[in-house]
């Protein structure tokens, strides 16, 4: 008899449907949609049967599922650890979670200073999110901010940061704008002509002052995992949220179907893991700086997946 699948960490696309049009959204054009309520119930069970242990919930935009409350309660009544990224807008709706201490730690999307965010997301979009940052920092729940490296934010960083931490902010996740989705017909918002130390010298001058990154480590390992699974917004597993964007055809299985078990672990036991990531991940206390480093996942390459 096999042993007892222990997949302790769960992404999950919660819902692709979402209250804002971003210009670099990494899902724009793409189908949108959820899966119904007693399903996402369903899920939420199968992923402690299989050892879940945390559940972090994206978008889309998490807050706009009318049944998010009930999934977050059950999730939370199962001894499940969830985290929710959000891009903040929506703060009648996010505080009850906070309050009630639903939710361990809330991520907030930014994209730059208040010109270049509200250009990507809409006019009042930064006076929105950062209202509700300061909402979540006075009800004491951790919050990461996640600040996106763009053509438009890469000189502005550390007035964004700076801003942050006068609010109260401790933690933030930079991340290199990804070239998928929307950014296709934005090329403005890539940052042309600068390789991974070049982005990474102007990122730290800024920062420097503000957060310790002198002892900057850094990962470039493939994080793909038997102990990992990401579900996508049809309830479809994945081996990394990577690989669910782009490359439709590595999907594992569906979550409820009655053999996932057997399959996610003849899906582990037979994969080439690469050496490495596509993505450079820079990180020191409170900070994490993740950064471009190839055109395509090494995984998706000669056949590995």
């Known amino acids: 008899m096999s042993e007892p699948l222990v997949i302790e960490d769960w992404s999950w696309e919660i819902t692709r449907n979402c209250n804002q049009r971003c210009a670099h959204c990494i899902i724009g054009g793409q189908e949108t949609g ?12 199968k992923i402690v049967s299989q050892g879940g242990k945390r559940l972090h ?15 977050v309660n059950r999730a939370v009544a199962t001894g499940l650890s969830v985290n929710i990224i959000t891009n903040g807008i929506l703060q ?13 730690q809330i991520g907030i999307s930014i994209d730059g200073n208040k010109t270049a965010h509200d250009h990507i ?4 979009s930064y006076r929105k999110t950062v209202s509700t940052v300061k909402a979540i920092v006075e009800a004491v ?7 996106t490296i763009n053509s438009l934010s890469i000189y502005h960083l550390g007035e964004v940061v700076s801003e942050m931490i006068e609010l109260g902010v401790r933690s933030f996740h930079l991340n290199d704008i990804n070239i998928e989705g929307r950014v296709k017909s934005n090329h403005y918002l890539e940052i042309n002509g600068l390789d991974e130390k070049e982005k990474l010298e102007i990122i730290s001058s800024q920062l420097d002052p503000l957060v310790e990154i002198s002892d900057l480590s ?7 995992s038997p102990k990992i699974a990401y579900v996508d917004f049809k309830g479809h597993v994945y081996a990394c949220t990577e690989l669910a ?11 409820l179907d009655e053999d996932f078990a057997d399959r996610f ?6 994969i080439m893991k690469p050496d490495k990531c596509r993505y450079s991940l820079y990180s020191t206390s409170g900070m994490d700086i993740c950064l471009n480093c190839s055109g395509s996942c090494p995984a998706m390459k000669g056949g590995l997946i």
């Open 92 to 104: 009648d709706a996010i505080m009850p979670f906070v309050k009630e201490g639903l939710i361990d």
């Open 141 to 147: 729940l951790p919050v990461t901010v996640y600040l």
């Open 57 to 71: 919930l994206t978008g889309g935009e998490p807050f706009v599922r009318g049944d998010l409350l009930l999934l």
């Open 34 to 45: 959820e899966i119904n309520t007693a399903d996402a119930l369903s899920a939420i069970t």
């Open 245 to 255: 964007r782009t490359n439709l055809t590595s999907m594992i299985a569906p979550l």
């Open 218 to 224: 850094v990962d470039r390992s493939c994080t793909i």
């Open 265 to 270: 672990r003849s899906y582990h036991s037979s």
């Open 121 to 124: 997301r809409g006019h009042g």
